[in-house]
């Protein structure tokens, strides 16, 4: 079977008429929705298919509405121009690699998109590319309450706990959260997901990583209560119960191959193409104090789910 064509045998219709029932996770009901059972291999596959689709655009049949993609090059997310790459490709020193500055690292490394069309992390698990996914599926998989995480076929997520530790390099703002987000909502959509649970994910995904100064939390019981904010410039909405104090200055991230951490110097030189988004844009969200409310983040999704 082609991957592309992993969900051809469910009827559009049947994903409309059938609604979650409370007491199952959206992880087993779409994996057996979908995928014709909930078992560790089908949930991982709907994760691989969800993460994939949210990483590169849509590219499963059939589908009902199309997913620009965390890696889209001209995407905008509420009317400002937004763009990722520089963050995966190793353009910019933003990667935690445990130092107290970022890094640059090649998130690309295992043959880009291709792969991922075919459904699978990278063409060598052991690239920087194939980690990363892999810990993707399985963080998201813990999201959605996948009930087979951890048994054979579904490997248990092995990275950091601390959202914040891991992004915290990257210095992302409410347009950028705001964007990543709303692809993973996209995607769920694409599927047939219904939209009370795109919005579910949506509210999830901006309650834990989407607000600045959050007090430690943990997205399993059993994980250690870690800071989580991931949207921590100026901009972004304040966690209820914002701890600032707790969170050390955000430093934007350099182009590699310069030395400074310059705030002054924008990253948009980083690269050939690949511009990390302008000064103008990260000021212009500065000025921005509203909520970044989610009835207007999932508006996008919703419009889509609407029509
Ligand atoms: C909003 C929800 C998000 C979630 C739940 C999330 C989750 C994760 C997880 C689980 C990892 C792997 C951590 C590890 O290696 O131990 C990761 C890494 C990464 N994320 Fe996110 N992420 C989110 C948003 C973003 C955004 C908005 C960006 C923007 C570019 C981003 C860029 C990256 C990059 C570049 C890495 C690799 C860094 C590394 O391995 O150290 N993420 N993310
Ligand atoms: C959920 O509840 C329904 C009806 O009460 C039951 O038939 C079904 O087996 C339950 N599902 C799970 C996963 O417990
Ligand atoms: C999971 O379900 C699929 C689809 O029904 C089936 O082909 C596969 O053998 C099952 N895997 C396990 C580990 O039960
Ligand atoms: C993405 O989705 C749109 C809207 O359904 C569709 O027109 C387009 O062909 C899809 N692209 C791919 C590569 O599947
Ligand atoms: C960063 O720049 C250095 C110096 O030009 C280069 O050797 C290295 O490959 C770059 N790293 C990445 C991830 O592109
Ligand atoms: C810059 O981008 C252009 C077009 O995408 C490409 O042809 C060229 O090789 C790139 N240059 C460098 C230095 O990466
Ligand atoms: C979106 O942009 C409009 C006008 O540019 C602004 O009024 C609104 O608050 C923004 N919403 C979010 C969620 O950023």
């Avoid at 890094?103 to 069309?117: H, K, S």
């Amino acid at each position: 079977m082609r991957p592309s064509q992993l969900l051809l045998f469910v009827a559009a219709s049947t994903v409309q008429a059938q609604l979650r029932p409370n007491n199952e996770t959206i992880c087993d009901f779409y994996s057996k929705l979908l995928l014709g059972a909930s078992n560790a291999t089908t949930q991982l596959t709907l994760l691989t298919l969800l993460v994939n689709t949210a990483v590169i655009g849509n590219y499963t049949q059939p589908n009902h509405n199309a997913v620009p993609g965390i890696l889209a090059k001209d995407a905008t997310f509420n009317g400002t121009k937004v763009n990722l790459v520089p963050y995966f490709s190793g353009a910019l020193k933003s990667t935690n690699v445990g130092k107290d500055h970022g890094v640059a690292v090649n998130f690309l490394d295992g043959g880009g998109a291709a792969p991922l069309a075919e459904s699978k992390p990278a063409n060598s698990l052991a690239s920087h590319q194939g980690i990363l996914l892999t810990k993707l599926y399985s963080y998201f998989g813990v999201l959605l309450a996948c009930s087979d995480i951890g048994k054979e076929g579904f490997p248990a997520y092995n990275g950091e706990t601390s959202m914040y530790t891991t992004h915290k390099y990257m210095a992302l703002d409410s347009y950028e959260v705001g964007y990543f987000i709303e692809q993973v909502g996209l995607a769920a959509a694409s599927f047939g997901v219904e939209a009370a649970d795109v919005t579910l994910v949506g509210y999830t995904l901006q309650g834990y990583f989407g607000n600045k100064c959050a007090k430690p939390t943990s997205v399993m019981d059993k994980w250690k209560k870690e800071q989580q904010s991931i949207c921590i410039t100026d901009d972004c909405p304040d966690a209820s119960g914002a701890v600032c104090d707790a969170y050390p200055k955000v430093v934007e991230p350099a182009a590699n191959g310069t030395e400074s951490h310059s705030d002054m110097t924008s990253p948009a030189s980083a690269g050939n193409g690949t511009a990390a988004p302008t000064a103008a844009g990260k000021n212009a969200g500065a000025t921005l104090q509203v909520s970044l409310a989610l009835t207007t983040l999932m508006a996008g999704v919703l419009a889509f789910l609407l029509t």
